[in-house]
Nanobody, 115 residues
Framework: QVQLVESGGGLVQAGGSLRLSCAAS????????MAWYRQAPGKQRSWVAS???????DYADSVKGRFTISRDNTKNTLYLQMNSLKTEDTAVYYC?????????WGQGTQVTVSS
């Protein structure tokens, strides 16, 4: 059974930085891809960034140039470095792992950006 646990969220002022982590039970190298999503109050969950097992990354236009996704398979951990945060980045952030038969989700971590 795969478990994903996010951490690193919190309250930060606009322009600040946070680094989110997503620790997986077991090896992350078995996942074809991993990703970060977010859900703001009253909105649907939306994709933020993804990284393949080969290290290819992709980003939503709204975060491109500010966020960096990475994965450390030796630590079984996915990261999201968030810089130049804006108030509109406020959301619950979820990590997702793409398995061979199904996808897995973490429970989420709250990020709040104040003006």
């Amino acid at each position: 059974q795969v478990q994903l646990v996010e951490s690193g969220g919190g309250l930060v002022q606009a322009g600040g930085s946070l680094r989110l982590s997503c620790a997986a039970s077991g090896s992350t190298s078995r996942f074809a891809a991993m990703a970060w999503y977010r859900q703001a109050p009253g909105k649907q969950r939306s994709w933020v960034a993804s990284i393949t097992s080969g290290g290819i990354t992709d980003y939503a236009d709204s975060v491109k140039g500010r966020f960096t996704i990475s994965r450390d398979n030796t630590k079984n951990t996915l990261y999201l470095q968030m810089n130049s945060l804006k108030t509109e980045d406020t959301a619950v952030y979820y990590c997702k792992a793409v398995g061979s038969l199904r996808n897995y989700w973490g429970q989420g971590t709250q990020v709040t950006v104040s003006s």
